[in-house]
């Protein structure tokens, strides 16, 4: 079973930015990592993911242009760097991984609770 620690996390201004970091250990065999988020009273959403082998990429539609998901393959990690931080991206940022190579599917299974994922670290964004 893989293990993953997620860090980064924190209480930000609109407009600020954070970088969540996910290091992988244990059983690493996953294809794609990233984050997925929830926020009380809604629904998960898949944040993020890229897929190990390439880097290739896939974000929530509501995070395009904001966040910037990167690896570092040689330490299994992962990172998750927030700018223009909003109130609405408040929620609790869970890391996950998934045996998919394809970093969009990936995205949705975490979203429907499939793949393996962390304790979370929370973010909170005041307006």
């Known amino acids: 079973e893989v293990q993953l620690a997620e860090s980064g996390g924190g209480s930000v201004q609109a407009g600020g930015s954070l970088r969540l970091s996910c290091a992988a250990s244990?059983?690493?065999?996953?294809?794609?990592m990233g984050w997925f988020r929830r926020a009380p009273g809604k629904e998960r959403e898949g944040v993020a993911a890229?897929?190990?082998?390439?880097?290739?990429?896939y974000y929530a539609d509501s995070v395009e242009g904001r966040f910037t998901i990167s690896q570092d393959a040689a330490k299994s990690t992962v990172y998750l760097q927030m700018t223009s931080l909003k109130p609405e991206d408040t929620a609790m940022y869970y890391c996950?991984?998934?045996?998919?190579?394809?970093?969009?599917?990936?995205?949705?299974?975490?979203?429907?609770?499939?793949?393996?994922w962390g304790q979370g670290t929370q973010v909170t964004v005041s307006s």
């Open positions: 244990g059983y690493t065999v996953f294809n794609c």
């Open positions: 996950a991984t998934d045996i998919r190579r394809d970093p969009a599917a990936a995205a949705a299974r975490w979203a429907r609770g499939f793949g393996s």
């Open positions: 890229i897929y190990t082998g390439d880097g290739t990429t």
